[in-house]
């Protein structure tokens, strides 16, 4: 499991004020959340989170640096990153401790591989689920989960059940959750190409008849 380290500082205010200001500034406003322990108010660098954000988004390990009247160092998990719904600047994030021997509950991608067969029949591959809950300690943590759809045709799917593990990994989801599934493409016929063929298909019976009666 690698981490990646982070410097912070111990936040003293606290409030929507404090806050805006610490924004301006270029900072974020965190939280540290440790077992049986009080929470730890901090700044982190906006440009600092962003970089660590943009190389991995999922599942990231920080190694927070946190100065203050005495150096800390705390293993942790982003938890939650507020953004901003406008300017999609980051607002608010929260880090909880990882301890190396406590199972996380945590949520894994899964990465979807191979071309199934039955979309080069005609079908269409849905993604039904895009990550897998699990239970784990922190050294077994896959970055993703590999599923092969390449033998999916038309009609079948992969179950939650079906998906193959590392070890040391709990899967929390139900077995009978779909994952995939590739499904047969209805494929419609425009409007005006129905209502033309109606059209056309009373006149060739009108045509059927008269010839009927000049017999």
């Given amino acids: 499991m690698e981490a990646t380290e982070l410097k912070a500082c111990i936040r003293k205010e606290s409030g929507k004020g404090p806050a805006r200001r610490f924004r301006q500034e270029g900072l974020i406003p965190a939280v540290y959340y440790g077992r049986g322990e009080a929470a730890i108010h901090l700044s982190v660098n906006t440009a600092d989170l962003t970089k660590i954000i943009k190389r991995k988004r999922e599942n990231i390990f920080i190694k927070l640096l946190i100065e203050g009247e005495k150096r800390l160092e705390k293993l942790s998990l982003i938890k939650e990153l507020q953004i901003e719904p406008v300017s999609r600047r980051f607002y608010h994030v929260d880090f909880y401790e990882?301890?190396?021997?406590?199972?996380?509950?945590?949520?894994?991608?899964?990465?979807?591989?191979?071309?199934?067969?039955?979309?080069?029949?005609?079908?269409?591959?849905?993604?039904?689920?895009?990550?897998?809950?699990?239970?784990?300690?922190?050294?077994?943590?896959?970055?993703?989960?590999?599923?092969?759809?390449?033998?999916?045709?038309?009609?079948?799917?992969?179950?939650?059940?079906?998906?193959?593990?590392?070890?040391?990994?709990?899967?929390?989801?139900?077995?009978?959750?779909?994952?995939?599934?590739?499904?047969?493409?209805?494929?419609?016929?425009?409007?005006?190409?129905?209502?033309?063929?109606?059209?056309?298909?009373?006149?060739?019976?009108?045509?059927?008849?008269?010839?009927?009666?000049?017999?």
């Fill in 98 to 215: 990882i301890r190396m021997d406590h199972k996380l509950t945590i949520d894994i991608p899964l990465h979807f591989v191979g071309a199934p067969i039955g979309v080069l029949n005609g079908g269409e591959l849905q993604h039904l689920k895009r990550d897998l809950k699990v239970s784990c300690l922190p050294s077994d943590l896959p970055e993703s989960i590999d599923i092969d759809v390449s033998g999916l045709d038309i009609g079948s799917s992969i179950k939650v059940q079906d998906i193959m593990v590392p070890k040391g990994i709990e899967v929390l989801d139900p077995g009978d959750v779909g994952v995939a599934i590739v499904a047969f493409v209805k494929v419609s016929v425009p409007l005006a190409e129905a209502a033309e063929g109606e059209a056309e298909a009373p006149a060739e019976g009108k045509e059927a008849a008269t010839e009927e009666a000049k017999g």
